[in-house]
């Protein structure tokens, strides 16, 4: 798999975020709360680090900037074992699936590249 440009990540972390927030609010339980406030917190700081690059580079392939990526596919992996349980609503879930199997896309791919 080619690597996405900064652009086309940067697209698919803000929607992710998005989700990661209504499912935030959609958990029943503290700890699922607390599963997912972590996981937004890592894609926070590369998004933080990837809008501080100038938008002509956006066309560049994008390699992960922080080291909370790098370490973040378990907690991925945990919360798509858990999705039934810890997402609500039917529309947050199905986007969920589209959305996470594209992240993890991405950010398994550049840790192949590492």
Known sequence: MSPTSVADT????????????????????????????????????????????????????????????????????RLDELRHEVIQRTQTLTDFRDILSSVLGIVETQLEVI
């Open 10 to 77: 940067l697209r698919e972390y803000l929607s992710f975020l998005e989700l990661l927030d209504d499912a935030y609010w959609e958990a029943g339980h503290i700890t699922h709360k607390d599963m997912i406030y972590d996981i937004i917190s890592i894609f926070n700081q590369e998004v933080a680090e990837l809008n501080k690059l100038s938008v002509q580079d956006h066309h560049y392939p994008y390699e992960v900037i922080t080291e909370g990526i790098r370490r973040v596919v378990p907690k991925l992996e």
